[in-house]
């Protein structure tokens, strides 16, 4: 049955609702605690609804990565501690920098201490040089998480070692639960997480192929 939706909540704030619980999936898969450090690569929707559900969970640091300046200001809106632009700066180095590093003799590059990296970017079909999910398994500490919430539109090559040798628990992360959408459905109407600043962009469909700006957007809604 159809949840209708009174004066707590508007219909652009329940458009968010699907995406949000993709992201408290994500984040219910790794239980995020006070003083733990949490890495996100991805500032889309997702990536920006995994921060959400993170800050509402615990007060756990978090570090943003995104090659959009205008997503990383709305990162840092919701609260991200570090935002890092991976257009200006090497992502890797600026993270092992906030975090600090160890080398470790069986791992190429120095070896992170964030707690959880969330692989929110995945691999675009075009995309040449170290993947996001290379560089999770370089940013995550020994048994720490790296959770894959995107999707990859090309088969890529991993060196498995790393996984094995850090002991590395990686996690796909797919949709939600009907639990995990009553869920964030509740986050929204309590006010606990705040989408409406999400929705940047609302175009008639005619409009939509000729005004749209992807790299500017994070949610766009479409009018009849």
Known sequence: ?????????????????????????????????????????????????????????????????????????????????????????????????????????????????????????GLSKNFTGTSVLEQSLSLVKQNGKVIVVAVFEKPMQLDANVIVRKGIHLMGSWAWSREEFDQALELISSGTIDRKRLVTHRFSLEDAETQLQAEEAIKVMFTP
């Open 1 to 121: 049955m159809l949840r209708t939706f009174g004066d707590d909540i508007s219909y652009e704030e329940a458009a968010t609702t699907e995406p949000l619980a993709t992201s408290l999936h994500a984040v219910n898969l790794d239980d995020p605690q006070d003083g733990e450090t949490r890495v996100i690569i991805g500032a889309g929707i997702i990536g920006l609804g995994v921060l959400q559900c993170i800050k509402a969970a615990s007060s756990a640091k978090t570090i943003v990565v995104d090659l959009s300046s205008k997503r990383l200001a709305m990162a840092s809106e919701l609260g991200s501690d570090v935002v890092v632009n991976a257009q200006d700066v090497d992502a890797v180095a600026t993270i092992l920098n906030q975090t600090g590093s160890s080398e470790l003799s069986f791992v190429e590059n120095a070896s992170g201490n964030a707690d959880t990296v969330y692989d929110c970017a």
